[in-house]
């Protein structure tokens, strides 16, 4: 079945400056690739997604890229704010509604003021 | 429109009790899932299912069983408690397009 890897667990930027959070999958098959963000006691939720036939998605400061051939992802977010504070989960998915998404074990991103 | 709804927010068993988590959505989706966090492990997949009268086992089925009672609503059974049964565990439910889920609030469960 599908695993997915995700790095690093940890990461701490200066407000301003650029976050890189990366994944691996291990399903040629998957197709689908979602990002969710995660604050403290809340539900993950939707940030961004990507399909496998895109390699680059934007969405005003954050982005995805997408390498079918590596079979890697990042996600890509700029100019950081305190409120990107979260944990961050990549997924892994064949892309029907049927289908399970496997998550990442996730990124606690920290901005530092 | 709530979404995804569960049941209870909060819950205290004792090791050998039983419970059930409800979940209900209102999205009219198709395919609906259960699954525990625990820090540091990311969310694991319990049990799924695609479609009103189908369920199947996902990465954690074991000391669970599910209920898919209607297209609306898909419960979590714990028969017999246990301590790594502490968890919080989120209901999701995946719209006709196979965008990411919609997630419910979660259940913080503590099994002492």
């Known amino acids: 079945g599908e695993n997915v890897e995700q790095h690093p667990s940890t990461l701490s930027v200066q407000e301003g400056d650029s976050a890189v959070i990366k994944c691996t999958y291990s399903?040629?098959?998957?197709?689908?690739f979602p990002w969710y963000k995660q604050e403290l006691g809340k539900r993950p939720q939707l940030i961004i997604d990507?399909?496998?036939?895109?390699g680059e998605k934007k969405d005003q400061r954050i982005a995805v890229t997408l390498n079918k051939t590596a079979k890697h992802f990042s996600l890509h977010i700029t100019e950081t704010q305190p409120e990107d504070s979260a944990v961050y989960f990549c997924?892994?998915?064949?892309?029907?509604?049927?289908?399970?998404?496997?998550f990442g074990s996730g990124t606690r991103l920290s901005i530092r003021p | 429109n709530a979404g995804v709804t569960q049941t209870p927010k909060f819950q205290v068993l004792k090791t050998g009790q039983s419970m059930t988590l409800q979940c209900a959505q209102d999205?009219?989706?198709?395919?609906m899932y259960w699954y525990r966090q625990d820090p540091g492990m990311g969310l694991r997949l319990i049990y799924y299912?695609?479609?009103?009268?189908?369920?199947d086992k996902g990465e954690v089925p074991n000391g669970y069983n599910v209920s898919r009672l209607n297209k609306r609503e898909f419960s979590l059974r714990l028969e017999s408690a246990a301590p790594s049964q502490t968890s919080v565990y989120f209901c999701?439910?995946?719209?006709?397009?196979?965008?990411?889920?919609?997630f419910g609030s979660g259940t913080r469960l503590t099994v002492v």
């Open positions: 999701a439910s995946r719209d006709e397009g196979g965008r990411g889920y919609t």
């Open positions: 399903d040629s098959a998957s197709n689908y």
């Open positions: 990507i399909r496998s036939n895109v």
């Open positions: 997924a892994a998915s064949k892309g029907s509604s049927a289908s399970k998404i496997i």
């Open positions: 999205m009219n989706h198709n395919s």
């Open positions: 299912s695609a479609s009103e009268g189908t369920t």
